[in-house]
């Protein structure tokens, strides 16, 4: 069992950046690939970016490539999500997820554990 934790979220003018915080207790977190997903309103729930297990690889969606950058610390227990250059698009509520195993998944149901999700606002 993993639970999830994220903070970090709030209320930023566009240009802006936030970073997200994904902290896990329970089993090992070093075991798991980290999933960054986000779901605006009345929008499904998209795939943002992820790492796996080892830390040398991410891999982003196109609409937050070259804006955000996700990166873990095992000791830990963390993974981050820093956004720099936000858009009011971005506007969303930020969920991490974690799955047992070395790569990323870019399904939400490909994933073991969610955390309760953060709020980002940017404003125009």
């Known amino acids: 069992q993993v639970q999830l934790l994220e903070s970090g979220g709030g209320l930023v003018q566009a240009g802006g950046s936030l970073r997200l915080s994904c902290a896990a207790s329970?089993?090992?977190?070093?075991?798991?690939?980290v999933g960054w997903f986000r779901q605006a309103p009345g929008k499904e729930r998209a795939f943002v970016g992820g790492?796996?297990?080892?830390?040398?690889?991410?891999y982003y969606a196109d609409s937050v490539k070259g804006r955000f950058t996700i990166s873990r610390d095992d000791a830990k227990k963390t993974a981050y999500l820093q956004m720099n250059s936000l858009k009011p698009e971005d506007t969303a509520v930020y969920y991490c997820?974690?799955?047992?195993?070395?790569?990323?998944?870019?399904?939400?149901?490909?994933?073991?554990?969610w955390g309760q999700g953060t709020q980002v606002t940017v404003s125009s």
């Open positions: 997820a974690v799955l047992l195993g070395i790569v990323v998944a870019t399904r939400d149901d490909a994933y073991d554990y």
């Open positions: 329970g089993r090992t977190f070093s075991s798991y690939a």
């Open positions: 790492i796996n297990w080892s830390g040398d690889r991410t």
